[in-house]
């Protein structure tokens, strides 16, 4: 169990032995009360010690805990607790220090999300967390990669909903980004990859249930009335282990590859793994030999013409052959654009 979640479940222990004015806790009677609810959470509790306890109520009447005011009464020459006002609470206690700490924090995370169409809802709710909560506008300490005027953007907000709730959609979208088309889509699941959104679903007219959509291509979406297929044919925290990106051919099967990275791409590489299931090794201080096993597709093939000039595939014979290709392609394509431009300037 967590610390802090320890600490917590004290504190009400804690909490409800002062306020009981019926019975009388010494020292041992609030170690006894801890280790018992303890041991009812957790057999294998190894109780706490009276260190703690102290520890725990000086915590509680601190200015960083709920500054309790707490009766130290003597019985002979043994003490019990009990709240000067036994109808106090630290439940009913507005946040503490810590606790406003805490929440600062989050909503400076989850604030960033309120561009994003399904969590409109923060945008009613984050003022009003921030009510009665001082020094709210301490600078922002972490950031995530989120392009609110991303194309399609627009779209997660109907698509999650329809998700959730089951509904058939008809959507049209540009194919090939020029031929409009409308297809109609069970919609399963929502991906991010590359600061992209794509959907996934049952598309009935080709009998797929993994049919991928980007939503940066979508020019319109509407519900319609048709029985909702569910999803039975695919787990979605599995199904991108075998590839990178989104895009996975049909029928393909994943190949053993070998890669080689070199200098500070290498290290880059082995700091920030290609795929989760990476292994690798250096083969001496400046290559590092990479080993996945992968369906091969587009954006993996993309991946690597990222590292052109610091990488090399050694396996399989296949995909070296079609990255050489677009290297050929790239080059070719390249010194046409200086002839082109050559050209252009001897006629001016």
Known sequence: MATNKNAQIRYKILDNCFRNSGRRYFIEDLIRECNRKFSEIDPNSKGISRRQIFDDISFMESSEGWEIDLLKLKDGKRVFYRYADTKFSINNMPLNESDINRLQTALQTISQFKGMPQFEWMCELIPKLKQGITDMYSPVIMEFENNQDLKGIEHIGTLYDAIVYKKVLAINYLQSFK??????????????????????????????????????????????????IPNSAIDWSEYFDDIIGVTKPENAVSEKITLHFYDKTAHYIESKPIHGYQKHRWLDDTTLEVHLELIINYELERLILSYADSTKVIQPQSLADRIKLRLNKAKTIHFDLLEAEAGHEQAS
């Open 179 to 228: 031929e409009k088309v409308l297809l109609t889509i069970h919609p399963y699941y929502l991906k991010q990859f590359n600061n992209r959104w794509f959907l996934f679903g049952y598309n009935p007219d080709k009998e797929k249930y993994d049919w991928n959509l980007p939503l940066d291509r979508i020019t319109s979406i509407a519900q319609i009335q048709k029985e909702y």
